[in-house]
């Protein structure tokens, strides 16, 4: 199962507002110890943990200096990478909603727009993103045109003679899509119970 590098305190501070300049106290000493955790998240052989201490830090940090343009700014781009990660595990809905926070905020933030709109795209799965799948493509190749199904919408058997593997997607006209793997590669999809498609 993977996990993510870390698990934000987000969730309590994802709708904080974080309007105005730079506050008028000075606040180094404070972002300063911030800083500190940076440099340990940041080396090469970085635990989880302290990964997460950083992001904890930076969070409380934000919550309580508001204004603070620095800590908002590292914040956002916190955000923008913690959306990133649920989306590459298809948790597109919950992707979506840090996106919409940083926009909030940050409305001409080209990286939180891109990632919004890519997440709502995967969502749910075109027709003319369906049949561009061939036969004997594997698991990567499906993935970078119709994204990584969403949590639980995989189901693996594994036969005497063979592993087989489906993956379901909602479609934009209401039903579930289906594309079904043989020991990692393409040999059938459908789309809406058992209309066949794309080169199959």
């Not at 940090?61 to 590459?88: C, G, I, T, W, Y």
Request: one cysteine or more; hydrophobic letters at 40%; charged letters at 30%.
């Amino acid at each position: 199962m993977r996990t993510f590098p870390f698990v934000f305190a987000l969730v309590t501070v994802v709708a904080l507002g974080c309007g105005g300049n730079a506050d008028g106290p000075d606040h180094q000493t404070e972002w300063r110890d911030v800083l500190r955790h940076k440099k340990a998240a940041s080396a090469p052989a970085a635990s989880t943990k302290e990964k997460q201490v950083y992001a904890d830090s930076v969070a409380a940090f934000v919550k309580r200096h508001p204004n603070h343009d620095r800590a908002r700014e590292v914040f956002r781009r916190m955000q923008v990478e913690f959306a990133d990660e649920l989306s590459s595990v298809g948790r597109y809905q919950d992707s979506i909603r840090f996106y919409r926070a940083v926009l909030g905020h940050d409305p001409q933030n080209e990286r939180a727009m891109q990632g919004l709109r890519d997440a709502v795209e995967r969502l749910a799965v075109s027709r003319e993103k369906l049949v561009q799948l061939e036969k004997g493509m594997n698991h990567r190749e499906v993935a970078s045109i119709l994204g990584k199904p969403i949590p639980g919408w995989t189901v693996k058997t594994k036969r005497r003679e063979a592993t087989m593997e489906a993956w379901y997607y909602r479609t934009r006209t209401g039903g579930v899509a289906g594309v079904y793997f043989r020991d990692g590669k393409v040999f059938a999809a459908e789309e809406n119970s058992h209309a066949k498609i794309g080169n199959m």
